[in-house]
């Protein structure tokens, strides 16, 4: 149907001025014989037809120049008609989209007020674009907020340090997050994660986690309490198995099994001391006094021999690159456990003949503390478990027997106190790899 209304539209229009040529020439024309008043006609119909486009044209501005899309438009014909077919279309189309994007973004919103998430959107100027009635009420802001920099908003919080990449990574900060206080209820505890969304927009989420705190505080206190208590008894009979051990030349029949509770013994009082000292490194969370620079080359290559000539590893393929420049602001005692646990772990979960490596060097100002072996390795799903305490992945009896289950767990809450980010990469039948990244404020040059 549009296609015979554009044609009879031009047909119209050519028609007219054709008619409109043919009738000024003949005025002009006719002006010779008949004087000027035929001129003044031709001049006349002239004006006319020139008003009559100018007026068209008036009505098609005024129409396409308002802002709302529900106007019908001015009835045309002839050479504006496909033009004006051609808007009606596109603006109809534009207000199509605009209707989409309306309902997207009242979904959006509707879903982000359901979450029992504090939602805050940013763009790349760290500009507040939107922020639910979660946000108001943890963060203390108002719809009256929106528009300006989250930089001003939270001049004095720790929520900043999510934008400084020198403190916290970004894949850190979407993950793992920042614990603060609440800035509307202090005695509250909150996480604040930050996502970059995508390279125009970011999203600062935060959620209460006072519960789950308090529970973790509870756990840990019973832990430690009972790591405690069993301390001291447990030193008892040690003494009393070790006594016996000694003294049973007499008694060949009990040799056997006084050796073997002597040695669970042992365990036990290793897996006791492992929980005192998870427990020490979680509630010591702050950085101390303790921490100095430390001559990591040196300690590095103690540990590394130490480990590489002990009984259980006598049989493995060491090697190690150590970049002697590259020194540490760390607490030695708990740099010292990292790199014992995560050795010990690979000669554990190794056989004979595997080859284990140790790295420790610089990567883009950081520094990086690598053990990897090429053994059996670890299937994905063990992976976001392996840090746990108790958890085990091996079904061999003797690694249990010779491991206490709390190694890298030990390791993760070290790394957490130190700011360092600790990764893990395995693939089944190729080996595992132990990455621990340090912030670049702990590294440091020689001396």
């Known amino acids: 149907m549009t296609k015979p209304l554009q044609t009879s539209g031009m047909f119209q229009e050519k028609w007219i001025f054709l008619c409109l040529v043919v009738v000024c020439l003949l005025g002009a024309i006719s002006g010779f014989w008949l004087g000027l008043w035929?001129?003044?006609?031709?001049?006349?119909?002239?004006?006319?037809?020139?008003?009559?486009?100018?007026?068209?044209?008036?009505?098609?501005?005024?129409?396409?120049?308002?802002?709302?899309?529900?106007l019908t438009p001015p009835q045309v014909f002839g050479l504006l008609q496909r033009p004006v077919q051609s808007l009606v279309k596109e603006r109809r189309q534009a207000k199509r989209i605009q209707d989409n994007n309306k309902e997207l973004i009242q979904q959006f919103r509707t879903m982000v007020e359901a979450l029992p998430y504090a939602t805050v959107l940013l763009?790349?100027?760290?500009?507040?674009?939107?922020?639910?009635?979660?946000?108001?009420?943890?963060?203390?802001?108002?719809?009256?907020?929106?528009?300006?920099?989250?930089?001003?908003?939270?001049?004095?919080?720790?929520?900043?340090?999510?934008?400084?990449?020198?403190?916290?990574?970004?894949?850190?900060?979407?993950?793992?997050?920042?614990?603060?206080?609440?800035?509307?209820?202090?005695?509250?505890?909150?996480k604040v994660r930050l996502i970059d969304v995508n390279r125009y927009r970011y999203l600062l989420l935060a959620h209460d986690v006072s519960v789950m705190e308090a529970l973790q505080k509870s756990r840990k206190?019973?832990?430690?309490?009972?790591s405690h208590e069993l301390r001291t008894p447990l030193t008892v009979i040690t003494g009393y198995l070790e006594y016996l051990q000694n003294h049973s030349a007499d008694l060949p029949q009990l040799r056997q099994p006084i050796k073997q509770a002597y040695e669970q013994s042992q365990r036990m009082s290793q897996i006791i001391a492992d929980m005192l000292t998870l427990s020490r490194i979680e509630h010591d969370t702050v950085i101390n006094a303790d921490e100095e620079v430390i001559d990591m080359p040196k300690l590095l290559n103690r540990l590394f021999n130490d480990v590489k000539h002990s009984a259980d590893a006598r049989q493995h393929i060491f090697s190690?690159?150590?970049?002697?420049?590259l020194w540490l602001k760390a607490n030695t005692s708990e740099m010292t456990g990292v790199c014992?646990?995560?050795?010990?772990?690979?000669?554990?979960?190794?056989?004979?003949?595997?080859?284990?490596?140790?790295?420790?060097?610089?990567?883009?100002?950081?520094?990086?503390?690598?053990?990897?072996?090429?053994?059996?390795?670890?299937?994905?799903?063990?992976?976001?478990?392996?840090?746990?305490r108790f958890y085990r992945v091996t079904h061999s009896v003797k690694q249990k027997q010779d491991s206490t289950g709390l190694g890298l767990a030990i390791v993760?809450?070290?790394?957490?106190?130190?700011?360092?980010?600790?990764?893990?990469?395995?693939?089944?039948?190729?080996?595992?790899?132990?990455?621990?990244?340090?912030?670049?404020?702990?590294?440091?040059s020689e001396g």
């Open 38 to 70: 035929a001129w003044v006609v031709a001049a006349i119909l002239l004006l006319v037809y020139a008003a009559w486009w100018l007026w068209r044209l008036i009505k098609l501005y005024r129409w396409f120049s308002h802002d709302d899309l529900r």
């Open 320 to 325: 190690a690159q150590i970049d002697s420049d």
């Open 221 to 226: 206190n019973f832990m430690a309490n009972a």
């Open 412 to 444: 993760k809450h070290i790394c957490l106190k130190h700011g360092a980010e600790l990764s893990i990469d395995s693939e089944p039948k190729k080996g595992t790899c132990f990455t621990v990244l340090f912030p670049r404020n702990r590294t440091q």
């Open 340 to 388: 014992l646990n995560l050795l010990h772990n690979a000669v554990l979960h190794t056989s004979p003949g595997t080859k284990i490596q140790l790295r420790w060097f610089s990567q883009s100002g950081q520094a990086c503390l690598m053990v990897s072996d090429n053994g059996p390795g670890i299937a994905a799903k063990h992976l976001p478990h392996v840090t746990e």
């Open 123 to 190: 763009n790349k100027a760290l500009d507040i674009k939107y922020l639910n009635e979660r946000a108001e009420q943890m963060f203390g802001l108002s719809q009256s907020d929106v528009g300006q920099s989250i930089q001003q908003v939270f001049a004095d919080s720790k929520v900043m340090q999510l934008f400084d990449a020198n403190l916290i990574s970004p894949d850190k900060a979407a993950k793992d997050g920042l614990k603060i206080a609440q800035p509307t209820a202090p005695q509250r505890l909150i």
